[in-house]
């Protein structure tokens, strides 16, 4: 357990809907950092907030996609009107600082299957 | 392009026995080079990290080599347990943007 925590841990839901992840990083940690993750491949980069504010956003993240991190704390991810091809697994993660030797710790993951 | 490539792509292997992972990068400039290890179902965790200057770095029953004018890094895993049943994954940071670039991971089944 990295002490990043994740909910919920599984999520099915039906195509159109709107889906919301929770993650609560390491309290201290001001960094935090959402990934997409597919069947056999690496984490995908899709957003980073440093303290509440966004400051990056991948290609990957559609005008569907949105996150959050209101108090600095923890952050929510929006999908609205989900599509089958956003099955997989979300991750988040957490660090503190922003030199080289950053280390990100990450959470245990959202899967997510859209039928 | 900034690229991270491992292989093989999975590998079965006797425990008790050794084996060695294989990434190769083209990311530019660079600034360091982690392996995790992500077991089934959950985040990946960091093994280890290495900068530019560092050719070989352990944790434990973990080795881990960087030759940063080839490009190459290996992951030895020594007598291995079966909880080394993971996907193990090179993470390049890097790329101007000092983004972390990951591979697409080693899939590690270690036998009884």
């Known amino acids: 357990d990295t002490g990043v925590s994740q909910n919920p841990r599984h999520k099915i839901t039906k195509r159109g809907q709107n889906v919301t992840f929770r993650c609560d990083p390491i309290?201290?940690?001001?960094?935090l950092y959402w990934y997409r993750q597919t069947l056999g491949q690496g984490p995908e980069f899709l957003t980073y907030f440093q303290n509440e504010a966004q400051l990056e956003k991948s290609r990957l993240l559609s005008d569907r996609f949105s996150a959050e991190r209101p108090k600095g704390s923890f952050s929510t991810l929006e999908i609205q009107r989900t599509e089958q091809g956003d099955s997989a697994m979300y991750l988040c993660?957490?660090?503190?600082?922003?030199?080289?030797?950053?280390?990100?710790?990450f959470g245990p993951g959202t899967r997510l299957l859209v039928l | 392009k900034n690229q991270v490539e491992q292989s093989p792509q999975s590998l079965i292997i006797l425990e008790g026995k050794n084996c060695t992972l294989q990434?190769?990068?083209?990311?530019?400039?660079?600034?360091?080079l982690r392996w995790y290890k992500q077991d089934t179902g959950r985040g990946p965790v960091s093994l280890t990290i290495m900068t530019f200057s560092e050719n070989t770095k352990s944790n434990g029953r973990y080795t881990a080599t960087l030759d940063a004018d080839t490009k190459q890094s290996s992951l030895h895993i020594t007598a291995s347990q079966l909880s080394d049943s993971a996907s193990y994954i090179c993470?390049?940071?890097?790329?101007?943007?000092?983004?972390?670039?990951f591979g697409a991971g080693t899939r590690l089944a270690v036998h009884p």
């Open positions: 309290s201290e940690h001001n960094r």
């Open positions: 993470v390049v940071r890097g790329g101007g943007y000092n983004k972390l670039i």
């Open positions: 990434c190769n990068y083209t990311v530019s400039p660079f600034s360091n």
């Open positions: 993660a957490s660090s503190l600082g922003s030199g080289t030797q950053e280390t990100q710790y």
